[in-house]
T-cell receptor, first 112, second 110 residues
Framework: DAMVIQNPRYQVTQFGKPVTLSCSQT?????MYWYQQKSSQAPKLLFH???????NEADTPDNFQSRRPNTSFCFLDIRSPGLGDAAMYLC???????????FGPGTRLTVL | QKEVEQNSGPLSVPEGAIASLNCTYS??????FFWYRQYSGKSPELIMS????GDKEDGRFTAQLNKASQYVSLLIRDSQPSDSATYLC??????????FGDGTTLTVKP
């Protein structure tokens, strides 16, 4: 089945220790998104790629970086995680920027 | 003002009733609109998409869009306990900006 996969599902890191979250898709979608979602809040868009074109939201902290080495994979790097970065990180894909998004299961990040 | 606002919850309805969820958006260049369902601890899943004014029906779900009023709604008929979840409204612009509302938590009581 076509799907969006995120690894790991749960990540525990220490304050200031870099962490990388990964997302892969078999849908062959052009657009990939990264969201941060904290408890009882809306998913907050961090950035998205349309093919290789990177689009950063204005309020995404510099601490967050992303890479998309090919159509199937996208990575979220958090260079120096703080306690406030503990959240669920959601990857989503879409055929175009107009269309519905398909979400992966998410990675729950804990910062100690 | 939030870019996408949803009616404050939680919303509780008895089994078999109609649940009505509402959403307004502020960005007039928004082109496409979506309702996602999110169970606690899970990721959002698409329920409905709507792109043009009017109603769109899919099974027990009906989405309504009024671009002049910048209003989107979701009706759930014959509500079931399994419909209990948080419902997220989202609006996309043609620049790829995707904005979600905070969600409305629905509880369907047997």
């Amino acid at each position: 089945d076509a799907m969006v996969i995120q690894n790991p599902r749960y990540q525990v890191t220490q304050f200031g220790k870099p962490v990388t979250l990964s997302c892969s898709q078999t849908l062959n979608h052009n657009v990939m998104y990264w969201y941060q979602q904290k408890s009882s809040q809306a998913p907050k868009l961090l950035f998205h790629y349309y093919d290789k074109d990177f689009n950063n939201e204005a309020d995404t902290p510099d601490n967050f970086q992303s890479r998309r080495p090919n159509t199937s994979f996208c990575f979220l790097d958090i260079r120096s995680p703080g306690l406030g970065d503990a959240a669920m990180y959601l990857c989503a894909t879409s055929g175009t920027v107009y269309n519905e998004q398909f979400f992966g299961p998410g990675t729950r990040l804990t910062v100690l | 003002q939030k870019e996408v606002e949803q009616n404050s919850g939680p919303l509780s309805v008895p089994e078999g009733a109609i649940a009505s969820l509402n959403c307004t958006y502020s960005d007039r260049v928004s082109q496409s609109f979506f309702w996602y369902r999110q169970y606690s601890g899970k990721s959002p899943e698409l329920i409905m998409s709507i792109y043009s004014n009017g109603d769109k029906e899919d099974g027990r779900f009906t989405a309504q869009l009024n671009k002049a009023s910048q209003y989107v709604s979701l009706l759930i008929r014959d509500s079931q306990p399994s419909d209990s979840a948080t419902y997220l409204c989202a609006a996309n612009t043609n620049a790829g900006k995707s904005t979600f509302g905070d969600g409305t938590t629905l509880t369907v009581k047997p």
